[in-house]
């Protein structure tokens, strides 16, 4: 019958007493000796830190588990547009339940107390997607606790906004020292889309030191937040894909299979220069990593020609192994491996980027 005036943070140890709690939210109770509290809940089932989810649209393992309460989503890192998912408070999600998938998008949980407090869950990183600098989008794919893109780069700026010079005369071309990109045969509307561009490495170092670190920490022509591999990088997805594949500080062949994990399926009809992204004989490709490599071809060094599209496909690393000279990692059409070599700095190499 008495009144007692308390805020939700003081207690009582004595007494049989039920404490009543008012402020500008509302009002509470709890019991005597207690504090009215909130256990945080989890999204994807662990509450402990944040977790990154790469590739895929709509990922079944955003869940809520913990407590009730309701799902959120955002398309930016920051915590003040949240956006409450309407019926989100079982697991998983369905796709309608989504929220707008972006190239990346946030999700959180959260409860209240039934008064006015809230607890919120670690946060869960969907990237389904990275958009470079002009505005081209690239799927990615988890492979081991690395996210990779899906697709070659095709931008055609540096970061900063700086167009990359495109050279088309093989002369000008064999001759460089500073950064150029082309695309196949200088055919953009036939080879872009599919292949991406071919890139020197001098353009794709952006003028950043060499590195053979994990991660590299070379951004170079990658989109913010993504970085150019090393070739160490690369060893790690290789053994990641296959058991067989030794470390090598040499020019090397490696593994068992890594290169018909890698390369997509299917052979192309016509061959060479086929547009399709397909192989010139590939009978045993099956792409189980989701990697899904082209035979994009490459620009040489010594005359500027273009070669073996549909044969082969060539990807920079942030590795220079000389002064002249810089590690990259092959796929052969024919071949179930693939090769570490070094080769001119001036030659015209795919490139795909990996998310810091």
């Given at each position: 019958t ?6 939700f ?9 039920t404490v009543?709690?008012?402020n500008a939210?509302g009002?509470?109770t709890a ?10 809940p989890?999204v994807?089932?662990?509450a402990?830190s944040?977790?990154?989810?790469c590739g895929?649209?709509q ?6 588990s913990?407590n009730t309460g309701?799902?959120?989503?955002q398309?930016s890192p ?9 019926g989100?408070?079982?697991?998983p999600?369905?796709g ?14 959260v409860v209240?107390?039934g008064v006015?407090?809230?607890a ?7 990237i389904?997607?990275?958009n470079?600098?002009?505005g081209?989008?690239y799927?990615t ?7 990779w893109?899906?697709e070659?780069?095709k931008?055609?700026?540096y970061?900063n ?8 005369d ?9 950064g150029?990109?082309c695309?196949?045969n200088?055919?953009?509307?036939a080879?872009k889309?599919t292949?991406?561009g071919?890139y ?11 590195s053979?670190?994990n991660?590299s920490g070379?951004q ?8 150019v591999?090393s ?5 790690i997805?290789e053994v990641y894909?296959d058991?067989?594949v030794?470390?090598?500080t040499a020019d090397?062949?490696k593994g068992?299979d890594i ?5 997509i ?5 016509t ?9 010139c004989s590939n009978?045993n490709?099956n ?9 994009s071809?490459?620009?040489y060094?010594?005359d500027?020609?273009?070669?073996n599209l549909?044969y082969?496909?060539s990807?920079w ?6 002064t002249?000279m ?6 052969i ?17 795919s ?6």
């Amino acid at each position: 019958t008495n009144s007692i005036t308390a805020d939700f943070s003081d207690t009582f140890t004595s007494g049989n007493l039920t404490v009543y709690g008012t402020n500008a939210c509302g009002n509470g109770t709890a019991s005597t000796g207690t504090a009215i509290t909130i256990n945080p809940p989890s999204v994807g089932g662990t509450a402990a830190s944040n977790q990154t989810i790469c590739g895929g649209s709509q990922p079944a393992n955003i869940t809520l588990s913990g407590n009730t309460g309701t799902i959120q989503w955002q398309s930016s890192p920051d915590n003040s547009t949240y956006t409450d998912i309407s019926g989100a408070t079982a697991s998983p999600l369905t796709g309608a339940q989504m929220g707008t998938i972006t190239a990346t998008t946030y999700y959180r949980a959260v409860v209240t107390n039934g008064v006015c407090a809230s607890a919120y869950s670690n946060v869960v990183t969907v990237i389904t997607a990275v958009n470079d600098i002009d505005g081209n989008t690239y799927n990615t794919v988890s492979i081991g606790t690395q996210c990779w893109m899906k697709e070659n780069l095709k931008t055609t700026h540096y970061s900063n906004g700086t167009s990359i010079q495109i050279v088309t005369d093989n002369t000008t071309w064999k001759n460089l020292a500073t950064g150029a990109r082309c695309y196949y045969n200088n055919d953009s509307m036939a080879y872009k889309a599919t292949y991406g561009g071919l890139y020197n490495w001098y353009a794709v170092m952006n003028g950043e030191a060499s590195s053979n670190a994990n991660p590299s920490g070379v951004q170079g022509i990658c989109p913010t937040g993504w970085h150019v591999p090393s070739d160490t990088e690369w060893g790690i997805m290789e053994v990641y894909l296959d058991n067989t594949v030794v470390a090598s500080t040499a020019d090397v062949w490696k593994g068992t299979d890594i290169g018909n994990k890698l390369k997509i399926s299917g052979s192309c009809i016509t061959c060479p220069n086929s547009p399709d992204g397909c192989w010139c004989s590939n009978s045993n490709a099956n792409n189980s990593s989701n990697f899904t490599a082209f035979g994009s071809g490459c620009r040489y060094n010594h005359d500027g020609s273009f070669s073996n599209l549909g044969y082969q496909s060539s990807y920079w690393t942030s590795t220079a192994s000389s002064t002249t000279m810089a590690w990259q990692h092959d796929l052969i059409y024919y071949l179930p491996q693939v090769q570490k070599s070094y080769y001119y700095k001036q030659r015209g190499y795919s490139l795909r980027c990996v998310k810091n």
